[in-house]
């Protein structure tokens, strides 16, 4: 495995990671469907921004490793 490919699955196991501890952070927020606990909203919002950072960094490893855009990426979504 070359460091490309080693940097892009540890990239990969960020965005799982940060998206395991959102799913966590959203069920302290809301409990149950009819229950909102605006006191674990800040947890929750910190998880949610985690979660994109990473997701960020996987995108530009992508789009820097093919050469593409991220609109390009994103297009390949739609196709």
């Given at each position: 495995m070359d460091d490309t490919q080693r940097e892009g699955r540890e990239l990969v196991g960020?965005?799982?990671?940060?998206?395991?501890?959102?799913?966590?952070s959203w069920g302290l927020l809301v409990p149950s469907p009819h229950v909102v606990d605006l006191g674990a909203e800040h947890v929750e919002e910190m998880a949610y921004q985690d979660m994109a950072e990473a997701k960020?960094?996987?995108?530009?490893h992508i789009c820097t490793t093919y050469?593409?855009?991220?609109?390009e990426l994103c297009s390949l979504a739609n196709a």
């Open positions: 960020e965005v799982r990671e940060a998206a395991a501890r959102h799913k966590v960020c960094r996987l995108r530009k050469g593409i855009t991220a609109a």
